[in-house]
C-alpha cells in the first residue's frame, strides 16, 4: 500500500526557499508570478494491508517525524 | 490563479533524502515501511487567468528552473 504525505509551511510562516524561487523565476523572465511557496512531497511503500491502520501509521510518522507541525501542516493520502 | 508541481527523482535514481527517513522511520518503531521517496511540492500563484496559459507557463518553468529533467520527472496540476 502506498501513502503520499505532503508537508507545507502554514501560511504566515516566512518561506525563503519559496521566496528565492519566485526570485530566480522573475529573473528569468517569468512575470506575473505572484507567489511561491515550497513544501515536501514523500511517497511512502508501506506494508499495512488496511487503508485506515496504513492512515493511522503515517499520520503518527508525520507527527513524529515527516512535519514540524508547529510551523508545517501536512497533508495524507492513501493510494 | 494557482498551480501546484511535484518534483520527484526518476525511478532508479539514488534517492538518499528518501533513505534517510526510512532508516529513522524504522529506528522511531515504525515497521513494514518498505520504502520512501522524497520530492518537492511547488505551488505557484499566477497572475494568468486561462488555464492552458498558465499550463504552459508552469510547464516552461518546470523544464528551465524547478526540475532538472535528466534525472527528475514533474507534474503540473492547475488548481
Known sequence: MKARVTVMLRDGVLDPQGEAVRHALGALGFAGVEGVRQGKL?????????????????????????ANTVIERFTVEIL
Not at 46 to 66: F, G, H, I, N, Q
Open 42 to 66: 514523500i511517497e511512502i511503500d508501506l506494508a499495512a494491508t488496511d487503508p485506515a491502520t496504513a492512515e493511522a501509521e503515517v499520520r503518527a510518522m508525520c507527527e513524529k517525524l515527516l
